[in-house]
């Protein structure tokens, strides 16, 4: 065992299950470990680095922001993060931006302006809906939302009242609403670590008309769907609707930490000076990579790119389920974000991410059984066959175990 395993062990505390690598670089779509071996990286810091490893943008961003300053605090002028908030604008609604540091605090953040739209309302408006294995964050109120009981157990909740509902069922929706009159709506366009789920267009359109009907604000956590991640900027624009809160975080940052939201004009007064805040964000080093990441996803077409390769990556991992449809029942998801769902035991499916990763290429597991990709926007052809050669290979070894 690598000596960094054991002083991890001695030293952090234990909350994540890691894989038992120490990586000593990343470059391009993979990471190296410790003794030098090669990974192709389709997890990518859990859908964070949308470019890969020291993507040249991001270096230079990087080298020329990071020699200027790093912080300065919100008392000042921030150029970096003035620029990124009109480009996240421009790519969605119009309104405004607050910058946090993370995904869970752009959630408070949507939280705590949900409650003072509440609170203007003449009416008794109050609470949260959202869909049931939702995964919106960790922190004490994000975590209400959060609806997977491996992670809110045994911990004290707010008092924002907050409605499950079942993925897809709009009728179930509309009595929600039209009983409990909730403030609020929150969704994951794709749900995320509840299984990849890509909700249904029409589902989408269904929010968001119920959401004009009965005067619910209509929000959209693309913490992990966001930023070219699906194939659209945000995912919620496949369906072609507007909502009023959009959260975003994980890749925005081009590896940094960075999240916020966007709330729609007629929504943005909501907050005034001493409603919310938060020392560091926007970090203007983060701020800056985000630039450099739009430059490169828009100006220099990686956003259409990745969508083509992730259009390919789904049609040869679907050519499997259906040449080993007893071992594969299902792929699912929105552009660089799959999920190819094993009818395996929980253990064969963590062996063959333990085996996919001595063959050098790292996946994620999610649900037990879900094999999750994540992978970044310049995946390139020969790595997506890399990838399906590598997995059918696991599927024969599989299949002879079973005989
Ligand atoms: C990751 C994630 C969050 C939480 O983001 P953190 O930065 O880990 O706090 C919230 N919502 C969704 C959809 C996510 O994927």
Same mark, same amino acid.
């Given at each position: 065992?690598?000596?960094?395993?054991?002083?991890?062990?001695?030293? /952090?505390?234990?909350?994540?299950?890691?894989?038992? /690598?120490?990586?000593?670089?990343?470059?391009?779509?993979?990471?190296?470990?410790?003794?030098?071996?090669?990974?192709?990286?389709?997890?990518?810091?859990?859908?964070?680095? /949308?470019?890969?490893?020291?993507?040249?943008?991001?270096?230079?961003?990087?080298?020329?922001?990071?020699?200027?300053?790093?912080?300065?605090?919100?008392?000042?002028?921030?150029?970096?993060?003035?620029?990124?908030?009109?480009?996240?604008?421009?790519? &969605?609604?119009?309104?405004?931006?607050?910058?946090?540091?993370?995904?869970?605090?752009? @959630?408070?953040?949507?939280?705590?302006?949900?409650?003072?739209?509440?609170?203007?309302?003449?009416?008794?408006?109050?609470?949260?809906?959202?869909?049931?294995?939702?995964?919106?964050?960790? @922190?004490?109120?994000?975590?209400?939302?959060?609806?997977?009981?491996?992670?809110?157990?045994?911990?004290?909740?707010?008092? /924002?009242?907050?409605?499950?509902?079942?993925?897809?069922?709009?009728?179930?929706?509309?009595?929600?609403?039209?009983?409990?009159?909730?403030?609020?709506?929150?969704?994951?366009?794709?749900?995320?670590?509840?299984?990849?789920?890509?909700?249904?267009? &029409?589902?989408?359109?269904?929010? *968001?008309?119920?959401?004009?009907?009965?005067?619910?604000?209509?929000? #959209?956590?693309?913490?992990?769907?966001?930023?070219?991640?699906?194939?659209?900027?945000?995912?919620?624009?496949?369906?072609?609707? *507007?909502?009023?809160?959009?959260?975003?975080?994980?890749?925005?940052?081009?590896?940094?930490?960075?999240?916020?939201?966007?709330?729609?004009?007629?929504?943005?007064?909501?907050?005034?000076?001493?409603?919310?805040? @938060?020392?560091?964000?926007? &970090?203007?080093? &983060?701020?800056?990579?985000?630039?450099?990441?739009?430059?490169?996803?828009?100006?220099?077409?990686?956003?259409?790119?990745?969508?083509?390769?992730?259009?390919?990556?789904?049609?040869?991992?679907?050519?499997?389920?259906?040449?080993?449809?007893?071992?594969?029942?299902?792929?699912?998801?929105?552009? #660089?974000?799959?999920?190819?769902?094993?009818?395996?035991?929980?253990?064969?499916?963590?062996?063959?991410?333990?085996?996919?990763?001595?063959?050098?290429? #790292?996946?994620?597991?999610?649900?037990?059984?879900?094999?999750?990709?994540?992978?970044?926007?310049?995946?390139?052809?020969? *790595?997506?066959?890399?990838?399906?050669? @590598?997995?059918?290979?696991?599927?024969?070894?599989?299949?002879?175990?079973?005989?």
């Amino acid at each position: 065992m690598s000596n960094w395993i054991e002083r991890d062990q001695q030293s /952090i505390m234990s909350t994540y299950g890691r894989l038992p /690598i120490v990586i000593e670089r990343g470059e391009g779509n993979y990471l190296f470990d410790e003794s030098g071996k090669k990974y192709l990286d389709l997890f990518t810091g859990l859908a964070v680095n /949308i470019l890969g490893h020291s993507h040249p943008a991001i270096i230079k961003a990087l080298t020329e922001q990071g020699t200027s300053f790093l912080h300065i605090s919100n008392v000042f002028y921030n150029k970096p993060a003035i620029t990124l908030a009109e480009r996240l604008i421009n790519h &969605s609604i119009k309104g405004k931006v607050f910058f946090t540091n993370s995904g869970a605090e752009a @959630t408070e953040a949507a939280l705590k302006l949900v409650h003072k739209w509440s609170k203007e309302q003449r009416e008794d408006r109050s609470g949260v809906v959202v869909l049931k294995k939702s995964f919106h964050g960790r @922190t004490l109120g994000a975590l209400k939302l959060t609806r997977q009981p491996g992670v809110y157990q045994d911990f004290p909740v707010t008092d /924002i009242p907050v409605f499950e509902v079942e993925p897809h069922d709009t009728q179930a929706l509309e009595d929600v609403f039209r009983t409990h009159k909730p403030a609020a709506i929150i969704v994951e366009p794709v749900l995320g670590s509840g299984g990849i789920v890509p909700l249904e267009e &029409s589902y989408l359109q269904e929010i *968001e008309k119920l959401c004009r009907s009965y005067g619910v604000l209509c929000c #959209m956590d693309e913490i992990q769907t966001g930023v070219g991640r699906t194939g659209e900027f945000f995912a919620y624009q496949h369906a072609g609707i *507007e909502p009023d809160v959009i959260l975003f975080a994980k890749g925005v940052g081009g590896g940094l930490p960075l999240g916020g939201i966007i709330v729609a004009e007629r929504f943005s007064h909501l907050f005034k000076p001493g409603d919310h805040g @938060t020392t560091f964000a926007p &970090s203007p080093l &983060s701020a800056a990579l985000g630039n450099a990441v739009i430059d490169v996803l828009i100006n220099e077409g990686q956003l259409v790119k990745g969508a083509e390769m992730a259009a390919q990556l789904f049609s040869k991992i679907d050519s499997l389920k259906q040449k080993y449809p007893e071992r594969i029942v299902g792929v699912r998801g929105k552009g #660089m974000m799959l999920g190819i769902v094993m009818n395996a035991e929980a253990s064969v499916v963590k062996s063959i991410q333990q085996q996919l990763l001595d063959k050098g290429i #790292m996946v994620d597991v999610t649900q037990q059984t879900i094999i999750r990709l994540l992978p970044p926007l310049t995946m390139k052809s020969k *790595e997506v066959d890399f990838l399906i050669d @590598t997995l059918e290979e696991q599927i024969h070894i599989m299949q002879k175990v079973g005989e």
